[in-house]
DNA sequence: TTGCTATTGTGAAACGTTTCATGCATGATT
DNA sequence: AATCATGCATGAAACGTTTCACAATAGCAA
């Protein structure tokens, strides 16, 4: 009885089965093969426990059937959701995802993507700081929540609504003083709409609108300071609070509590993102929810169609408003400060 | 000019540079080469932007710098860490991270490791719950919190003892009747220990002490009812709880409140794993807390150090105790509830 | 100057696939 | 029965690296 020490290979298939090496690769690749041609070659692979060696076929094939993610960490739950819900499209497809956490380093994600073009992925899906990425042309690149560069598709939400729709929710809620709370300064940013919107609702509904807006390094505490100027002795200057991701919100409302400032009595608190805590189980506040399995699709078909030429620039999906205790109606949904 | 359609190869850079492929070779990989020819090869290499293809060095060479990461999911926030934990200690040494999130599934797991194989990664790290799986044993396995087989080692924490130590530490609080809620029933499941050290520790301080253990299937909503059994108007039986996650805590406390039994006044809890949510601001209450920075550098170094040899069995990290407001002492650390 | 050693660059072979031009059977056509 | 068309299996070549036996060169001793 021979004895391979290493693993085998289609060679050894082939010998097992007692056919040509092309044979066997069409087996493989589910191409046309006589009947009992496949019998056999079967045979043969569950007998010697065959694998392919996909670093072989990556080097034949230009098809690598893996593509790399870009994500600043895993550790925000945004960002993890969205991470679970590429991965899922891709593994519906047969693909492979290559993570990249970049820590939002821009020297970090342009190395990654040096590394993603040393692995020969069939293309990149990224949410990134570096407003000047250097993409080789024939690699797609699909960005989230970021216009990168021409001829680079950007998938994201229909921020300028959601911020217009926040502030419209807490007009109908009675507010009339609101203030717009954000983190993050890059221009190219999508999200940045959401002030836009935000600023538009308030002035169709004729509130009165103040912001606040921490440059990137600036820890969340700033606010705090900010927060406290406009409290005098009791009585809070805001009746409404927009801020621009849910993790900013729970920030906010932990802080009033701690001041003895009551949301949604006193204040009416609004994010953005929809975020589900605990795998689903609570909302943080109520919230612009994006829609997140939409946009996870839609960057996983749009690397994967063939139809280069078409890709539109810009794509937004719909957003929807839910409450979940932080705003003066009935609950929707549980939230965290229910 | 020439003009070439596809990328660049190491023979183009050979051309360039005028030497033999071997001595490219040789400066990609840092081998000794005489300094003029170093040079002209690195001056090759940038004009020609050439990038080494991985898929033919992996082909030639065993090591393909790559390792699978095996998580249920990254929605969960103790999963989420522990990837990212991982995926930076494998960056410092210049792996890459193939994430396979299998949804706890074990045909998924099963299959993720066949994709692993395939993709000839130098090992695979696994958080997992098929108690059997068949693993190649010529690849390197390291599990988390789980005992997957002979051989196979598992990096873990103390379970054992931070059980005892909440049971020791509600005792010390003032608790008499303590329950120990579960989910999840795995038996090869080193978590499970951590009901044998709470149970020892009751043992040890005299404390009341029951049990509600829910199965892999279901809802953790089902503890609701437990809990109900034993209030009695106003009255609850347990003055300390003791949560095999913080994510029970957390549902758990969010139950209590929704009945108004105050926590920590009526009933302390303790979780365990110690989450820090949105990017590390808050705990989520008084828990045992792992080192995760430790189990995942421990995973990394386990899988990548040559001395196969001496792997021992199992690795156990000491826990922590942080107080976090649902425990009736001053909070050392700000909470989810403080 | 000759001969020997030590050092270092060279390039063919090999890794395990896919692809495609080739040729062999088989069955259809006249 | 002879010819032709068709379908399909065949296996050599190629993908872009690494490796290693070999050759060339330089340095040194006699």
Redesign the interface.
């Known amino acids: 009885m021979r004895k391979k020490s290493s693993a085998p290979t289609m060679k050894d298939v082939a010998l097992e089965a007692g056919v040509a090496l092309g044979t066997v690769s069409k087996v493989i690749n589910g191409l046309p093969v006589g009947e009992s041609y496949r019998l056999r070659v079967e045979a043969a692979i569950s007998k010697l426990h065959y694998?392919?060696?996909?670093?072989?076929q990556?080097?034949k094939a230009s098809r690598?059937y893996s593509v790399a993610v870009l994500m600043p960490?895993?550790?925000?739950?945004y960002f993890?959701?969205l991470?679970?819900l590429i991965?899922?499209e891709l593994?519906r497809r047969k693909y492979?995802?290559?993570?990249c956490?970049t820590e939002s380093d821009p020297a970090f994600e342009q190395e990654y993507i040096?590394?993603a073009?040393?692995?020969?992925v069939d293309g990149i899906i990224g949410l990134t700081y570096n407003p000047n990425l250097e993409v080789n042309p024939d690699i797609t690149f699909i960005s989230i929540d970021r216009t990168v560069g021409a001829g680079i598709p950007c998938v994201t939400c229909d921020n300028f609504m959601g911020g217009q729709m926040a502030a419209e929710k807490l007009a109908d809620l009675g507010c009339r003083n609101v203030a717009f709370l954000r983190v993050g300064s890059s221009l190219t940013n999508e999200p940045n709409k959401r002030r836009s919107g935000f600023e538009n609702g308030c002035l169709a509904r004729n509130l009165n609108y103040e912001s606040k807006i921490l440059q990137d390094g600036e820890p969340?505490e700033k606010f705090d300071a900010f927060l406290q100027e406009h409290m005098h002795d009791g009585r809070f200057d805001f009746d409404g609070l927009f801020c621009v991701t849910d993790?900013v919100a729970?920030?906010i409302i932990?802080f009033l509590k701690r001041m003895n400032v009551r949301v949604p009595e006193d204040v009416q608190v609004i994010g953005f993102d929809g975020l589900q805590?605990?795998?689903?189980?609570?909302y943080v506040c109520s919230t612009i929810v994006q829609p997140l399995e939409d946009i996870a699709a839609m960057c996983v078909q749009l690397l994967l169609q063939d139809n280069l030429g078409a890709k539109p620039p810009l794509i937004c999906f719909p957003v929807t408003y839910v409450s979940a205790g932080t705003t003066r109606e009935e609950p929707e949904k549980?939230g965290?400060f229910t």
Chains 1, 2 share one sequence.
């Open positions: 694998q392919v060696n996909s670093y072989a990556g080097l690598t960490n895993v550790s925000n739950p993890a959701r991470t679970q991965n899922r593994t492979r995802m290559l993570l956490c040096t590394i073009q040393q692995n020969k969340i993790m729970y920030h932990k805590l605990f795998e689903d189980l609570h549980p965290l």
